[in-house]
């Protein structure tokens, strides 16, 4: 009996584990820029992003031209996920908090903005 016992805690401690695990994964948005002078984030349903929850998020951007940049700021965040002369995609996983945040190409000043609440 203390065997069958001892068993299904395990396996009970186990899921547990496994689904606090699976809850921290970062979510993913998608980030753009260019070829023109765009620069766009969205969910992963296509909807541009406007609120999102504190928490952890991978964007993985696809920087589409060589003479823009997108740098994302907000509170203790300011972050160059690509360099102008970088065309291609990046991803970075950072920790966002409650303020407001924005994406914009540093060089030309277009932007983007979204709340964390």
Do not use: W
């Given at each position: 009996m203390k065997r069958r016992f001892v068993a299904g805690a395990a396996c009970a401690g186990a899921l547990a584990v496994g689904g606090l695990a699976l809850a921290a994964a970062p979510?993913?948005?998608?980030?753009?820029?260019?070829?023109?002078f765009t620069i766009g984030l969205k969910n992963a349903?296509?909807?541009?992003?406007?609120?999102?929850?504190?928490?952890?998020?991978?964007f993985a951007v696809s920087d589409k031209s060589d003479i823009h940049d997108f740098h994302l700021k907000g509170p203790g965040v300011s972050k160059e996920i690509t360099d102008v002369e970088f065309k291609g995609a990046k991803s970075?996983?950072?920790?966002?908090?409650?303020?407001?945040?924005?994406?914009?190409?540093?060089?030309?000043?277009?932007?983007?903005?979204f709340t964390v609440k």
């Amino acid at each position: 009996m203390k065997r069958r016992f001892v068993a299904g805690a395990a396996c009970a401690g186990a899921l547990a584990v496994g689904g606090l695990a699976l809850a921290a994964a970062p979510i993913k948005l998608t980030g753009a820029v260019g070829p023109g002078f765009t620069i766009g984030l969205k969910n992963a349903k296509g909807q541009k992003v406007t609120t999102l929850k504190p928490g952890r998020y991978t964007f993985a951007v696809s920087d589409k031209s060589d003479i823009h940049d997108f740098h994302l700021k907000g509170p203790g965040v300011s972050k160059e996920i690509t360099d102008v002369e970088f065309k291609g995609a990046k991803s970075v996983t950072l920790t966002l908090k409650a303020g407001k945040y924005t994406y914009l190409c540093t060089v030309h000043g277009f932007k983007g903005t979204f709340t964390v609440k």
